[in-house]
């Protein structure tokens, strides 16, 4: 099955990382990445800028609606996201548990759907 | 028993847990499974008579189960989603052997506890899949309507289904991180049934002996230490359920309760149970609380209770769990082992967890080792304290009644 894992943190923990710190969790990260893909278990994925840059859309009544960042005040943010490929729910939350940031953030595990197919 | 429909029902008692457990190994579907059970039932309902009880009744239930299972998804015409049963649809499954039967039965165990599923729903699907209570009676038992438990089994169902929660025994790395999950899950079931009176329910159902049940067998099959604790500490705490009630209907706390009453069966079999869970290291949460009501059993009355054994207890279950309450009885140990001034400033250390204050088991104890130490006035205000925080009438008019027997007029 495949299985979306979201990483959130609060970036207040990140910021007051120091240089070396931050760079060792983006090698832990690589390393990570390079392991689960080694097992076949890591389909794609991606960190992300902080959440200042992000950018929200809405439509309503067919009028694009475009704010500033995500939006409601959360106290984690969503910082990346793996998809993985994983036997059942057990086995994508021992591959989950062992995404660096799991440690002081949180990631949550969705199974991902399939579209249904053009009518 | 071939013609006798009270043994059949006696079966499905006995028999009807470890069938499902096997048909959702089989079939791979809850729905599917329950449904192909109780067909399986009606068969042997109708063909014993005729031809005979089996000789292996649970083999013939789960075989006769598996056929109308399959059957029935032919009929759904669902073949694409259960092409595997299908494959080999004429080799219905190998003879189920006892073994097989209780790896199923814990795998059902360990898919209704699975941590992704809320505890309300954990506490629900194992009472519906593990007791075999019906979705009314679950209700009932939890004080629920039957529709929001219908839904939230439902739902429970479906995420099973749909996030891949597998139906599995955890592997020796896991489990010992899921076993307390399933613990907590039993120890939930029996506190519903311990915390409530019998009696005025419809249907017969003690929740504090199905829990108890549900561990024997978990024991059974998977022979761990904490399991056994926890069988020790429910027999231990269930030996006084006579006694925690007067005839009024009013709380009586351990202390002043009639130790004739306690139940002396369970006692000694809560002694067995921890003796069996001691000998197994490392010692968990539930043997030490287990120990903990072994000592309060073993004090013909409150006055010779062990005290300094009871701090010493609590001492090695607040190591493995910090939490405020476990500071809080440890607390109250100490009092009684040293001087209610002492436990009173264990106490004083808690007053910055924001969520002990609004415990009133914790005003409460506060307020008794005030009234102890001698001061009424603060046992007065601790005790108010204590009752606007608790809502349940029994707790409240003991509390009131505590008050009161200060003699101050307030």
Partial sequence: MKYVALVYYQESIIDAMTEQEWHDLNQECVAGVERLSAQGNFLTGQPLQPVDTATTIRVRNEEVLITDGPFAETKEQLAGFYLLDARDLNEAIQLASRIPPARFGSIEVRPARELPPKD | ?410
């Avoid at chain 2, 059970?37 to 009744?57: I, S, V």
């Avoid at chain 2, 005839?247 to 009586?252: D, H, I």
Wanted: net charge negative; hydrophobic share 40%.
């Fill in chain 2, 1 to 410: 028993m071939a013609n006798d429909p009270l043994a059949l029902g006696q079966l499905y008692q006995q028999q009807s847990r470890r069938v499902l457990a096997t048909l959702i190994r089989l079939l791979g579907d809850f729905a599917l499974a329950e449904e192909a059970m109780q067909e399986a039932f009606t068969a042997a309902l109708r063909q014993w008579p005729e031809e005979g009880t089996p000789d292996n009744p649970t083999a013939w239930l789960i075989r006769a189960g598996q056929r109308r299972g399959i059957d029935q998804i032919r009929r759904k015409q669902t073949a694409r989603q259960y092409s595997h049963l299908l494959a080999n649809d004429e080799g219905v499954a190998p003879e189920p052997d006892e073994q097989s039967i209780a790896d199923d039965q814990l795998r059902l165990m360990f898919t209704c506890c699975h941590p992704g599923l809320s505890i309300d729903a954990r506490v629900a699907l194992t009472l519906r899949e593990m007791c075999g209570l019906t979705t009314e009676q679950v209700a009932s038992a939890l004080l629920q309507k039957p529709a929001t438990l219908a839904q939230r089994i439902v739902r429970a169902k479906k995420k099973i289904r749909e996030a891949g929660i597998p139906y599995e025994i955890p592997g020796a790395k896991e489990l010992p991180q899921r076993l307390p999950d399933v613990l907590r899950v039993v120890y939930l079931v029996f506190n519903e049934g311990y915390s409530r009176s019998d009696g005025d329910s419809v249907v017969d159902i003690s929740l504090a002996t199905e829990a108890i049940r549900l561990a024997e067998e978990l024991g059974r099959l998977l022979p761990q230490g904490e399991i056994f604790g926890l069988l020790a500490l429910m027999r231990l705490q269930h030996s006084r359920r006579h006694a925690r009630q007067d005839t009024n209907g009013e709380l009586v706390t351990l202390e002043d309760q009639d130790r004739t009453r306690w139940d002396q069966h369970d006692i000694h079999q809560g002694f067995e149970w921890l003796e069996l869970a001691l000998a197994a290291s490392p010692t968990g949460p539930y043997t030490l609380q287990a120990s903990i009501a072994a000592v309060h059993a073993q004090a013909p009355e409150a006055e010779t209770t062990d005290w300094n054994r009871i701090a010493r207890l609590y001492d090695a279950l607040y190591r493995q769990q910090p939490s405020p309450v476990i500071a809080l009885n440890r607390a109250v140990a100490v009092a009684m082992r040293d001087t209610p001034a002492d436990g009173l400033r264990l106490l004083d250390t808690l007053i910055n967890e924001k969520e002990i204050l609004n415990y009133h088991l914790f005003h409460a104890a506060r307020a008794d080792l005030y009234r102890r130490a001698g001061d009424p006035k603060a046992a007065a205000a601790a005790y108010k304290r204590a009752i606007d925080l608790t809502s349940q009438g029994p707790e409240q008019r003991f509390l009131q009644r505590r008050l009161a027997e200060l003699g101050l007029i307030t």
